[in-house]
């Protein structure tokens, strides 16, 4: 069982930056990728970006330039930096840990880009 605890979430003007932070605790993998999706009011949840254990990222089109993911030095940390933020980057972010046969998520933190 893995148990992930975001922060970092807030209201911030367009233009403005956020760092959003997750921490897995508990019966964490060595081989694990961990990601951040967002839901906005009446869509589907996405991905934003996501790391595997090895470092590789990925990132959706629409955030590609203005965030970047990155891992804690303990590597069960993962970290969302928010820059040149949006109105349509308006969501709820959810940290996400997966391996192969487990996907866990966080509870959620608001993010909300005024214009």
């Known amino acids: 069982q893995v148990q992930l605890v975001e922060s970092g979430g807030g209201l911030v003007q367009a233009g403005g930056s956020l760092r959003l932070s997750c921490v897995a605790s508990g019966s964490a993998a060595s081989f694990n990728t961990m990601g951040w999706y967002r839901q906005a009011p009446g869509k589907e949840r996405e991905l934003v970006a996501d790391i595997t254990s090895g470092g590789s990222t990925n990132y959706a089109d629409s955030v590609k330039g203005r965030f970047t993911i990155s891992r804690g030095n303990a590597k069960n940390t993962v970290f969302l930096q928010m820059n040149s933020l949006k109105p349509e980057d308006t969501a709820v972010y959810y940290c996400?840990?997966?391996?192969?046969?487990?996907?866990?998520w966080g509870q959620g933190t608001q993010v909300t880009v005024s214009s």
């Open positions: 996400n840990y997966r391996t192969a046969r487990y996907n866990y």
